[in-house]
């Protein structure tokens, strides 16, 4: 038997590797996308003929995979990590049967016949599934993964090379007892989902368990799929000899031998266990996520190494981890947002709640802060959601809240007007696969109206994710979100600005910044907030003003001293001048309604709002984006209309309009021509004027979404 | 550099932060989270609702979010009340009808006073009461035929329960019931003869067993009852027989 040894020492993370930012990547198409975990889709001419019918730009499977990363080659099809994890008799079918070497191949052989069949069906990339983490078995039984091992050679054709010297036990994420991690705890002796099995996650620092990664995907690549999702991308909370061997040569390439006995107690400290916030457990997690970054990209090379172009990795975990997007994800090519719970479920769109009698309460769901964060890094990642009427929601609330064919355009709106290249999941289900038809066939004949371009704003948010590890209280990320409702409730093209993108030539271009509850801020971010006010900006500060800087030291003066009264703080709301510019300290933010447009517009005695005239309670939730071709006087805006009631009693959209914008476009002074476009309607002409430097365009209505592409003369 | 301060007028009456202030006459017990307060404002001249913003703990900054929904479920007005801070909100005499003012404090905590606008708090099984402190004494109308009823009580916070006192019209305590109410529980009363088609009152307190304290406490009428609590007897009768009475005229 031949035995790998693989070096234990890996490349080395890219420690420093906070230098210049990289050059901003610009927007893409919007694309169209739908999930699959079915279990029969080879050899089934339906199912190629059902997809014929509307194929998505991107069609994401379960394990229809030759080797799944779990258990090795089996019988089993489709699902994703809990699916078909057991055999006879604890389950009606062999599911984790282990395939037979010729198995394998005919497996292989109806594989390949399925990527192609979906190729010429129209879908462009076909993605299968694998975790980062997860195997399953027993050990002592050398059941599921650990027999597959114990027959690895039997699979030579399959150019797995040679099987891994150490036995997978030794792969498992530790904590700093040395006990195994588990991700998905459980009671007894096994996990119910892989009885009588027992589901363990692995380190993604191992080389073995990096090793069988590149040989799983190598094997999904020669079957002619387009790349893999990758569930659990972000999970990894290992103490192993591996890591901490890695973490030293990371925490060493960060700080000088001084700068770690000053900041961490130590020249050699230690892995953080996370009880305390703080910067050493922010390095313990900017460690991990530049090592899972490591693990994607090994995932990358190994699909391109065999088909000799761009893999495509589209993890998983961007819900609610913004410092996960910023720090591992950015260099992947999408990442998914699931986001599958959430007060009146997670579909974008109107809900209309029966409260008592006849009345109803309206509420929103909009997954714009997603979208925009991502968009907003300017990387290579792409945004997609997943959304939900919830998890074991109720009938009565279930109907509430599912999608229909209104609220589907209205998903694939929103991807498409605030992704800057986004996606929005669907279903198969053939009514509304028409629906994303419409909507793929619009954003690839219109291809350039979403193309190279970079956002354009008046305000913009500080976002700053890493804030999550450093004082670790969850405010900052809530009064974001809180932001975000006011400012697209009133109107305002805004952005999100992360730490790195603070400084002096970036705040110049925008008539209003918000420091939403920050209570870290480093030294040179301070002093570009300083000259940007100092310059005639705005600055709204909620909360306590930051008192530490970026490594959690106290400075003698708190970040924002020049700017801000200490006596002001006290006050719900205070206003001071600065040089030529204002700076609006307030308590908190309100969660609905758009204050803090008021306050801006207040203190820059102009109105910043993009829609002009009455506003109403259903008018503010009309949402407004737009993006700029670099160096050119061509704009294009995007209206989306969210008064779309979701439920399965499909109510239609209540039609906005005329709505009259008002918009601020840079390097257009003359009447400007203006062309407006809905995928699921007509083109049209429309006039635009200039009156008081800004650009009036007037449209007539709106059902859901509408582009107008504004080209200055 | 100089730094030219002008702190913005509050323009709103403030209380005391950290406190929660003794409950008025006919005050709503402590809200937390979203609750409903039906409101019938009788077509006359224009009054007004007080609301009242409290922090429960530092650690909180949600302020209280309100939105008044007209009888066609529109939008009429829609607003924030600072925490420590005591609004009046204007409710318009016209339309007439049923609206319903949706009071949204968060993690804080919220009081209102209709200041005599008749009106009851929702308390159905979608569209739940969620106290906290305990509740002094809310009046429901039990319809005329109505043999047996429920009240449904969850208090899922650990050490926390709730002990129940449901009064017949006379004020007699009919059901006593104490727990900590971890997981959704319901609270039998059987009506006795007689006490059909009349107000009767529930109240929730500290249960008498040690180690329990009553905070939040989630709490609807099931289908048998209108599904309104009010705090005062007579607007009890007034919403509790908007549907008719008896128990074919019951609400969905
Ligand atoms: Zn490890």
Not at chain 1, 403 to 412: E, F, I, P, V, Y
Not at chain 2, 74 to 102: F, M, N, Q, W, Y
Not at chain 2, 184 to 212: E, F
């Amino acid at each position: 038997m031949r035995i790998l040894i693989l070096p234990i020492l890996l490349l080395v993370l890219p420690a420093a590797a906070i230098g210049d930012p990289p050059e901003p990547v610009l927007t893409k198409a919007p694309f169209t996308y739908i999930l699959d975990y079915g279990p029969d889709h080879i050899r089934s001419p339906a199912y190629l003929e059902t997809i014929s019918q509307g194929p998505p730009t991107l069609l994401h499977l379960g394990k229809d995979v030759p080797f799944t990363h779990n258990w090795g080659p089996i019988q089993a099809l489709g699902g994703e990590n809990q699916a078909y994890g057991r055999r006879k008799p604890y389950a009606d079918q062999d599911y984790i049967r282990r395939l037979s070497p010729e198995e394998t191949g005919q497996r292989i052989t109806d594989l390949k016949k399925l990527a192609d069949g979906l190729h010429k069906a129209g879908v462009t990339w076909v993605t299968p599934y694998i975790c980062s983490m997860t195997i399953g078995g027993h050990p002592e039984r050398r059941a599921g993964f650990w027999e597959f091992l114990d027959h690895w050679d039997e699979y030579r054709p399959f150019d797995l090379g040679s099987r891994p010297a150490t036995d997978p036990i030794q792969w498992l994420q530790v904590a700093p007892d040395g006990k195994p991690v588990f991700f998905y705890t459980f009671e007894g002796d096994f996990y119910p989902a892989y009885e009588p099995n027992i589901r363990y996650a692995v380190c993604q620092n191992r080389p073995e368990w990096r090793y069988w990664t590149e040989k799983i995907v190598e094997n999904i690549a020669r079957c002619g799929f387009d790349g893999v999702f990758v569930d659990n991308a972000g999970s990894l909370r290992c103490h192993c000899g591996v890591c901490r061997e890695k973490w030293q040569t990371w925490i060493q390439g960060r700080y000088t031998a001084d700068e770690r006995q000053r900041l961490f107690g130590s020249e050699s400290p230690e892995m953080s266990d996370g009880k305390q916030p703080g910067l050493l457990w922010a390095e313990t997690c900017r460690f991990r996520c530049a090592s899972l970054a490591e693990h994607l990209k090994a995932i990358a090379d190994a699909g391109r190494r065999i088909t000799g172009k761009p893999f495509v990795v589209f993890p998983n975990g961007g819900e609610k981890r913004p410092e996960h997007i910023l720090h591992i994800y950015p260099e992947a090519d999408l990442i998914m947002f699931e986001r599958s719970v959430g007060p009146h479920g997670t579909h974008p769109g109107m809900v209309l709640r029966p409260v008592v009698e006849d009345i109803r309460v309206k509420k929103y769901n909009d997954n714009v802060f997603e979208y925009k964060f991502v968009q907003c890094l300017r990387r290579k990642v792409r945004p997609i959601l997943l959304t939900r009427p919830g998890y074991n929601v109720p009938t009565s609330e279930r109907k509430l809240l599912e999608m229909n064919l209104a609220s589907a355009a209205l998903g694939n709106a929103e991807a498409a007007a605030f992704g800057g290249g986004g996606g929005f999941l669907q279903r198969v289900d053939p009514e509304l696969m028409q629906v994303q038809k419409q909507f793929r066939d619009f954003f690839e004949r219109h291809a350039a109206l979403y193309e190279g371009l970079n956002s354009h704003a008046d305000a913009a948010v500080v976002v700053l994710p890493d804030l999550a590890w450093l004082d670790g209280n969850g405010r900052h990320p809530l009064e974001v979100r809180k932001a975000t409702g006011n400012l697209l409730d009133g109107h305002v093209l805004f952005d999100y600005l992360i730490a790195d993108q603070v400084t002096a030539e970036n705040l110049a271009r925008y008539a209003a910044v918000v420091l939403p509850r920050v209570s870290h801020l480093a030294a040179n971010q301070a002093e570009a907030l300083r000259r940007y006010v100092e310059a005639g900006g705005v600055l709204v500060v909620t909360g306590t003003p930051p008192e530490f800087n970026e490594k959690g030291e106290r400075p003698a003066r708190p970040p924002l001293a020049d700017l801000i009264d200490p006596a002001t703080t006290a006050k719900p709301l205070a206003t001071s001048q600065v040089g030529k510019g204002t700076t609006v300290v307030a308590a908190a933010l309100p969660a609905e309604g758009a204050k803090l447009v008021e306050w801006i517009e207040g203190a820059a005695g102009r109105q910043v709002s993009a829609i002009a005239g009455p506003e109403t309670p259903a008018r503010s939730k009309v949402r407004v984006n737009v993006f700029r071709q670099p160096g050119k006087a061509r704009y294009v805006v995007h209206m989306v209309n969210y008064n779309v009631p979701l439920g399965v009693e499909d109510r239609g959209p209540e039609v906005q309009g005329p709505i009259e914008l008002s918009l601020r476009l840079p390097g257009i002074t003359s009447a400007p021509k203006a062309r407006c476009y809905d995928p699921q309607g007509r083109e049209s002409e429309i006039s635009a004027q200039v009156r008081d430097g800004k650009i009036r365009l007037a449209i007539p209505e709106l059902r859901i979404y509408k582009v107008v592409e504004v080209v200055g003369s | 550099m100089t730094i030219h301060a002008s702190v913005v007028p509050v323009v709103f009456l403030a209380l005391a932060a950290h406190t929660l202030s003794p409950q008025a006459a006919d005050e709503s017990p402590v809200l937390r989270k979203a609750n409903y307060l039906a409101i019938l404002p009788g077509g006359g001249p224009q009054r007004q609702v007080s609301l009242k913003a409290q922090q429960v703990s530092p650690a909180y900054s949600d302020a209280l979010n309100f939105t008044l929904i007209g009888p066609d479920s529109s939008t009429i007005t829609a607003g924030e009340v600072l925490l420590g801070e005591e609004r009046l909100l204007s409710i318009p005499g016209k339309p007439e009808g049923l609206h319903v003012l949706e009071l949204d404090s968060g993690w804080n905590a919220c009081r209102v006073d209709p200041r005599g606008i008749p009106s009851a708090m929702v308390a159905r099984e979608t569209v739940p009461l969620h106290t906290a402190r305990g509740a002094k004494q809310l009046f429901f109308y039990v319809p005329r035929g109505c043999k047996q009823f429920s009240v449904w009580l969850v208090a899922d916070a650990p050490r926390e329960g709730a002990r129940i006192e449901i009064a017949g019209p006379d004020g007699g305590k009919v059901v006593e019931e104490e727990g900590d109410y971890d997981k959704p529980q319901r609270v039998r009363a059987t009506v006795p003869a007689g006490c059909d088609g009349k107000v009767w009152s529930l109240a929730l307190v500290k249960p008498k067993a040690g180690g329990l304290n009553v905070d939040d406490v989630v709490l609807w009428l099931d289908p048998a009852l209108p599904p309104y609590l009010s705090m005062r007897e007579d607007w009890a009768l007034t919403f509790g027989k908007r549907k008719g009475d008896g128990v074919n005229g019951v609400l969905e």
